[in-house]
């Protein structure tokens, strides 16, 4: 079946650091995938999205690209602040139902 | 700007005891979504709406019941809590199925 698979955390960064969190999928079709963030005390919010293959999402300084030949959709930022810290999750959908498939969730602590 | 309201924001359940709890959207969203998420896993479908008076079955739907009967409000009902369902549940709703889904602040549910 569909899965995503994501490197586990906590993942601890200084400030200013480069940051890349790990995000593999495993789909039968071709899914769009997307890149949540929960925020201490706050529900989940879509960071950014890309619906095929090479496209690259990005915002708020986050990006991410499709990659189909690793399956991959790695999120990736330059320069962490404190106010990244959060847990991010990163998601497939296939067109097929519409339905999101989750993975566990990678924590980020960004120390001053 | 209220978004997805989620009611309770903590409870604390005996075994055996039941609840319901609330999701509330102001985006006039036909979809919605319930959701737990447990420690190491990501987030799993428990039952959805894609409309008004409709309801159907995630993921893992037992021991749980939900009801939609106003588009704006999507219950989610225990009626005998297990100390299995101790979970973080969340909310979600979009306004069709291939747009972004917002999420509520989550319930965090102790079944002792």
């Known amino acids: 079946g569909n899965s995503v698979t994501q490197m586990e955390g906590p993942v601890t960064l200084s400030e200013e650091a480069f940051l890349t969190i790990n995000c593999t999928y495993t789909?039968?079709?071709?899914?769009?995938l997307f890149w949540y963030v929960q925020y201490p005390g706050e529900g989940l919010q879509l960071l950014l999205k890309?619906?095929?293959a090479d496209d690259k999402g990005s915002n708020k300084g986050f990006e991410a690209t499709y990659r189909k030949e690793t399956t991959s959709f790695h999120l990736e930022k330059g320069s962490v602040q404190v106010s990244d810290s959060a847990v991010y999750f990163c998601?497939?959908?296939?067109?097929?139902?519409?339905?999101?498939?989750w993975g566990a969730g990678t924590k980020l602590i960004i120390k001053p | 700007n209220a978004g997805v309201t989620q009611t309770p924001k903590f409870r604390v359940l005996k075994t055996g005891q039941s609840m319901t709890l609330l999701c509330a959207q102001d985006?006039?969203?036909?979809?919605m979504y319930w959701y737990r998420q447990d420690p190491g896993m990501g987030l799993r479908l428990i039952h959805y709406s894609v409309g008004e008076g409709t309801t159907a079955k995630g993921e893992v739907p037992d021991g749980y019941n939900v009801s939609r009967l106003k588009k704006q409000n999507f219950l989610l009902g225990l009626e005998s809590a297990a100390p299995s369902q101790t979970s973080v549940y969340f909310c979600a709703s979009r306004r069709q199925r291939n747009t972004e889904a917002f999420f509520g602040q989550g319930t965090r549910l102790t079944v002792v």
């Open positions: 998601a497939l959908r296939m067109d097929s139902n519409y339905q999101l498939i």
């Open positions: 985006m006039n969203h036909e979809y």
């Open positions: 890309a619906t095929k």
């Open positions: 789909a039968t079709g071709y899914p769009s």
